[in-house]
């Protein structure tokens, strides 16, 4: 796809207003900005929303788009053959519950799932007891999660109409880097959940050494979609800013779990290796990993 000078629109920084930024990447004719005054990283100028919407087609979810590593439909088939063994959404889920049960939220929790794609989380949450609802921009991926038969609405955050305090969990993977107003979007979010409700996300670590390796070259740079870069301390600003209270950032990558049972740390099934030597080497393995993961997990409590 190419891109006109008329695509383009610049903006200050999202989250403290500033317009004083300096470039610290240049990629496919994109810049990567710093804020001067609070340290957000994001792409100025970038596409305006209408030309945005053109890049998630049915060639996105396949791996054609911007965003090569993306394969939704894949990702189904994979599901679907190994929907019994214990993954990283797992995890997630695991550590949502627990945070529930200290809140003490209901039997049933009601969760939504903001960029659903093609529902794979969804159909984990369910497996886990959820009640579970999808928020998705793509008629062609909310077909996946409507064949399953989970609900879902194909609106932008700014189009849903839910009641303030409606949802237990709201979960948002790899979604709000793309969003062009981060904040706004928390606050909406925040009022959707019910008191003592958890908000998960998912996005990139800035902080990652990778990213600090490969400079421009660093995979999460795909400026035509991605116009935020979070790391753990602006993450943490945004959040309190949004109104979020007991908030946990966690650098944790979509291969973890992966890994570990690569390593023989893991067998397959189980989330925590029963065995105490091997408990003792997750432990070491996942603190490591906090330091040296490009993907950021995060949890916030309304
Ligand atoms: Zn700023």
Redo the contacts with the bound molecule.
């Keep these: 796809m190419t891109f006109q000078p008329e695509d383009f629109e610049s903006h200050p ?1 999202d ?4 317009n004083d930024a300096t470039e610290r990447y240049s990629k496919r004719g994109f810049s990567i900005v710093q ?1 001067n ?4 990283v994001y792409t100025n100028p970038r596409l305006k929303p209408a030309k945005i919407g053109e890049l998630y087609d049915a060639n996105y979810f396949q791996g054609h788009g911007f965003d090569e590593s993306v394969n939704y439909v894949g990702d189904v088939k994979e599901h679907g053959a190994a929907k019994s063994s214990y993954t990283l959404n797992d995890w997630d889920l695991d550590t949502i519950r627990h945070m529930l049960k200290q809140n003490g939220s209901t039997v049933k929790p009601r969760l939504l799932e903001i960029g659903c794609g093609t529902g794979v989380f969804l159909d984990k949450a369910r497996g886990h007891g959820f009640d579970c609802e999808g928020l998705e921009l793509s008629e062609y991926a909310a077909n996946f999660v409507r064949e399953m038969g989970i609900p879902v609405q194909t609106k932008s955050i700014e189009d849903a109409s839910f009641g303030d305090n409606t949802w237990d969990v709201i979960v948002m993977r790899e979604v709000i880097e793309h969003l062009p107003h981060p904040l706004e979007a928390l606050k909406t979010v925040r009022k959707w959940l019910k008191p003592g409700g958890v908000l998960f996300m998912a996005t990139g670590n800035y902080d990652s050494p990778e990213r600090k390796l490969r400079g421009a070259d660093w995979f999460y740079f795909m400026p035509e979609g991605h116009l935020y870069y979070f790391a753990n301390r602006t993450m943490a600003r945004y959040l309190r800013e949004a109104g979020f209270s007991g908030v946990h950032v966690t650098n944790q990558g979509d291969k973890l779990m992966e890994k570990l049972r690569n390593a023989r740390i893991l067998a397959p099934g189980e989330s925590k290796p029963g065995n105490p030597l091997r408990r003792i080497a997750f432990s070491i393995v996942r603190g490591v990993n906090h330091f040296i993961s490009s993907g950021m997990r995060i949890y916030a409590v309304k």
């Design positions: 920084c989250l403290c207003g500033a804020c005054k609070c340290g957000m």
